[in-house]
């Protein structure tokens, strides 16, 4: 089973850039999953932000597209960045891994990274 | 985009009920829905993919059914645990998109 573990400030200043990274253990990064993005704003529901492989390839939400950079780093961990942040993009950041074999489904999670954007 | 409708938002219900929650997508996505349910201030929970198969360890009270742009989530037997927040996700095209969720409580 594979774990998954965010990691990152839990405070960010407005205009500044939301850095997260989600360390995979009891898998590798490099087998077939796509790895996921999705955050939740205060009592609120869950939007998507992105996903990506290990070869690189990815996929944003057009509606963040313009602020989002996902990453692969070394040592099975894969990164998020979020750039000109507001008091909007204030939420829980979930990492997820997305199987794609015959059907897409997110099958774990990390429990979650709360990231307040404040003065 | 394709919008994911649920309802009803929130039910309140008894344990033993049986629970039937609807997901309504704005175009067809053929079987490619998946239901999680969340309990607060946890990460969601995968329940149900490809619209029907069951996830390894979740109790078979949970079925879902549907095809195209109707789906429902299904909970024979309510017990105590299941109460909690579901959400239906599409994953037939991209971005993939979330249901605003329905809130299942204790009557």
Redo the contacts between chains.
């Keep these: 089973q594979v774990h998954l573990q965010e990691s990152g400030p839990g405070l960010v200043k407005p205009s500044g850039t939301l850095s997260l990274t989600c360390a995979v253990s009891g898998g590798s990064i490099s087998n077939s999953n796509w790895w996921t993005w999705?955050r939740q704003p205060p009592g609120k529901?869950?939007?998507?932000i992105?996903d990506i492989y290990h070869d690189g390839t990815t996929?944003?939400?057009?509606?963040l597209k313009s602020r989002v950079i996902m990453s692969i780093d070394n040592s099975n961990q894969f990164s998020l960045r979020l750039s000109s942040v507001t008091a909007a993009d204030t939420a829980v950041y979930?990492c997820?891994s997305?199987v794609?074999s015959?059907?897409?489904?997110?099958?774990n999670?990390?429990?979650?990274a709360l990231v307040t954007v404040s003065s | 985009?394709i919008q994911l409708t649920q309802s009803p938002s929130f039910l309140s219900a008894s344990v033993g009920d049986r629970v039937t929650i609807t997901c309504r997508a704005s175009q067809g996505i053929s079987?490619?829905l998946?239901w999680?349910q969340q309990k607060p201030g946890?990460?969601?929970?995968?329940q149900i993919?490809?619209a029907s198969?069951l996830?390894s360890g979740v109790p078979s009270r949970f079925s879902g059914s549907g095809s195209g742009t109707e789906f429902t989530l299904t909970i024979s037997s309510l017990q105590p645990e299941d109460f909690a927040t579901y959400?239906c996700?599409q994953?037939n095209s991209?971005?993939?998109?979330?249901?605003?969720?329905t809130k299942v409580e204790i009557k």
């Excluded at chain 2, 991209?94 to 969720?101: I, S």
């Design positions: 999705v529901g869950l939007e998507w992105g996929n944003y939400n057009p509606s979930f997820a997305t794609s015959n059907w897409a489904y997110l099958d999670w990390g429990q979650g | 985009d079987s490619y998946a999680y946890k990460a969601p929970k995968l993919y490809a198969t996830q959400y996700q994953l991209y971005p993939w998109t979330f249901g605003q969720g």
